[in-house]
Structures are given as C-alpha cells and as structure tokens.
C-alpha cells in the first residue's frame, strides 16, 4: 500500500437502535432517540484487525495530513486493536521485504530531491514545532504572523485537482500522482526483473 502512514483506523460495524418501543418493546411510539451500538469488527486475512491502527503503508509519501491527530486512535472510548485466527490461504510472494525495501529506497531518493516534497517537509517540520511547544508567545504581532504562515501553509501552491488540466482527466497530474505512478512503474519493473511471477 502506498500513502500515509495508516488508514484511518476504523475497524467496527455500528448499528442505530432506537430507543422506546422498538428497544423496550414499550407501547408508546413516541420518539425518544437511538443508540449506536457496536455490532461486529472487521478483520483484515492475516488475522489483524484495521480497529486503531489501520493499515499501515509500505511506502509512505509524506504529507501534512499525517501529522494531525486524526483517525480512531485520537478519538474517546475507541476500542483497542486486537486480533484472531488468521485465514488459511496461499502465500504470494509479489511483494516480498526486499521489493518493498527497493520501493521504498527509490521513492525516498526522489522524494529528497523533489522541491514539492521539499516543501512540504519544510510545513511538516514548522507544523510540528508548533504543536510540540509549551509556550505561546502572547505579542499580538507575533501571533499573526504565525498565523499567517499556519495559513499559507495550509494552502497548496499548486491546484491539488489539477484544475489546468482536461476535466475528462480522472488522475490529475500533480506530485503525489506522479509518484504513486513512478512507485508502480519500478514494481512492474522489479516484478519483470524475475524469473516467474510466482518464484
């Protein structure tokens, strides 16, 4: 998988109930609200839950969003991660730890040296600054500067949709798209570069 670090992290079936008559069996049919009651958790075929921790990325592009107290991990009374048995199933070998340690390295590499992705380390890291300090500086001038940078960089210098290109265009051509791409082609390549597909 390629992206951020982890999905969201939602990994339960909910169910709204309604309470009064349909909950109690009470003869009143006045409304007086649901419940959503956890029913079930999904599991993933190697006995993982996706519950908190999601599904973690094998080559992660970095992004701001990542860095946000996001997903069901943040949020109260989350039920914990667990796991079961898991599935009986074939083994592939498409993605073995040395492929996905060259993707990884060749995506890294062109990442260090991509100014978009060079930016956004720069927002990643001012971002960051700000959300681990414990002093606030209380001069107004000052504040709205940072503001006014926490604004800027919020805001994508470049159309994230790729509003300049053909509307019919489904994969708009930007920098996460192009290295999602370049992420495939050296895959296809590696896969290539085997005997079989299946050795």
């Known amino acids: 998988?390629?992206?951020?670090?982890?999905?969201?992290?939602?990994?339960?079936?909910?169910?709204?109930?309604?309470?009064?008559?349909?909950?109690?069996?009470?003869?009143?049919s006045d409304s007086s609200g649901a419940l959503k009651v956890t029913i079930n958790q999904f599991y993933r075929p190697n006995g993982d839950s996706t519950q908190r921790e999601?599904?973690?990325?094998?080559?992660?592009?970095?992004s701001q969003i990542d860095h946000l107290?996001?997903?069901?991990?943040f949020l109260d009374n989350a039920l914990a991660f667990?796991?079961?048995?898991?599935?009986e199933r074939k083994q592939y070998s498409f993605a073995t730890e040395a492929v996905v340690s060259?993707?990884?390295k060749a995506s890294q590499e062109r990442l260090a040296s991509s100014e978009h992705f060079k930016e956004v380390a720069g927002r990643i890291?001012?971002?960051?600054?700000?959300?681990?300090?414990?002093?606030?500086?209380?001069?107004?001038?000052?504040?709205?500067?940072?503001?006014?940078?926490?604004k800027n960089d919020s805001e994508d210098k470049e159309d994230p949709l790729g509003a300049d290109d053909d509307d019919e265009n489904p994969f708009k051509k930007e920098p996460y798209n192009e290295e999602l791409i370049h992420i495939a082609v050296d895959y296809v390549k590696l896969l290539e570069n085997r005997k079989t597909a299946g050795n």
């Open 1 to 28: 998988m390629v992206g951020d670090t982890t999905t969201h992290g939602k990994g339960t079936v909910q169910n709204v109930v309604e309470v009064g008559a349909s909950l109690f069996n009470l003869g009143n």
């Open 54 to 62: 999601g599904v973690k990325s094998d080559v992660v592009i970095p």
């Open 69 to 73: 107290d996001l997903g069901e991990a």
């Open 82 to 87: 667990d796991s079961v048995k898991p599935v």
């Open 102 to 104: 060259k993707l990884v």
């Open 125 to 150: 890291e001012r971002y960051l600054e700000r959300k681990n300090r414990r002093e606030i500086p209380l001069n107004e001038a000052v504040l709205r500067a940072e503001r006014e940078a926490d």
